[in-house]
């Protein structure tokens, strides 16, 4: 990405930038003097943030735009090169989720999820990739999560969206190795504190949360601004995302047998609420929010002790797996 003094500023579009990290994301660079391009569905949150963005010193454009539609997509990226002159980097962000067991959770939810989280970030490729051969560089940025690396039990569609996702992203970086001024860069953080999970949809009628350690949005966006400075192919982000990366590679079949019993155990205590299809085919009405409030003092005390917890276990199933071999 150009230095903020070169003759032109930074040119950056972000999709789901109408809240959690992608307006944490927007927010930094702003602050960093980059001209932005903001895109979600929500329009009346994305010129919120748009203007937060314009007060920390950047400019932006507010663009309303359903990822899941290629032809808005595509509109997208011509409106950004019009706007803009050109774009520097694409950071595909948007990301759903439905909570349920498979069967119980209704097939147009497993499908939304899928067209977003996997068809949107192909739709956004697809776009801006012309863009990047024409100027000869650009850098696409995938923003995955810990989903990509191990399946999570009761959300099954999304564990095939960042599946998909992952493979997609790999084969789209051999695709472009001989363009070294185009990057395809993946972001995979632990769980953050986002409004996702109030936004997304509930099958189980239980009251959802993330198990600590917790990550503040705007460590996320840091590290989104790192790699678009300095693009990677992988850059992983929290202890939670590391570990759970080392241990489901050292046992798969165990991580997601004991991680399905551990939320089979939380939804038996948690609160009861009403089930809902959530942000799935509607943006949702609170948005232009970067933090879920996930991140209570009690969590952050024993995200210490979780981080320990997960580096023994992951630790003994590497050796128990080494042994074996």
């Not at 950056?12 to 927010?27: L, Y």
């Not at 808005?72 to 803009?84: C, I, P, S």
């Not at 001989?178 to 099958?203: E, L």
Request: aromatic fraction near 6%; proline fraction near 6%; hydrophobic fraction near 45%.
């Amino acid at each position: 990405m150009p230095h903020r003094d070169a003759p032109h500023p930074p040119r950056v579009v972000i999709t789901g930038a109408s809240s959690g990290i992608g307006q944490a994301t927007a927010e930094l660079f702003a602050r960093r003097g980059v001209h932005l391009v903001v895109a979600a569905r929500n329009l009346e949150a994305l010129e919120e943030v748009a203007a937060r963005c314009r007060a920390a010193g950047g400019q932006a454009t507010a663009v309303r735009t359903d990822v899941t539609d290629a032809g808005a997509v595509r509109a997208l990226a011509e409106k950004a090169v019009a706007e803009l002159g050109a774009i520097d980097v694409w950071v595909s962000n948007v990301g759903v989720g439905a909570v349920g067991r498979y069967e119980d959770t209704p097939i147009e939810a497993h499908e939304q999820v899928i067209r977003s989280n996997l068809i949107g970030h192909m739709n956004d490729a697809h776009a801006v990739l012309p863009v990047f051969s024409r100027q000869g560089t650009g850098t696409f940025i995938n923003m995955i999560s810990l989903g990509g690396f191990s399946a999570a039990p009761f959300a099954a569609a999304y564990s095939a969206s960042k599946f998909g996702l992952r493979g997609f992203a790999e084969a789209l970086r051999a695709e472009v190795a001989d363009r070294p001024g185009i990057h395809i860069c993946d972001v995979y953080p632990g769980f953050v504190d986002t409004p996702g999970i109030r936004h997304g949809a509930n099958y189980v009628g239980r009251r959802l949360s993330a198990p600590p350690p917790v990550l503040d949005p705007r460590r996320v966006a840091a590290a989104i601004v790192r790699v678009a400075h300095d693009p990677r192919p992988t850059t992983v982000v929290g202890v939670a995302a590391v570990m759970t990366r080392v241990v489901h590679a050292a046992s798969p079949a165990l991580t997601t047998r004991a991680l399905a019993r551990f939320m089979s155990a939380y939804f038996q205590r948690a609160e009861p609420v009403s089930t809902s299809d959530g942000n799935l085919f509607e943006p949702s009405a609170d948005a232009a929010v970067v933090e879920g409030g996930l991140r209570s003092p009690r969590q952050r005390a024993a995200a210490g002790v979780t981080a320990g917890v997960a580096t023994a276990v992951g630790g003994f199933l590497f050796a128990r797996t080494r042994l074996r071999r």
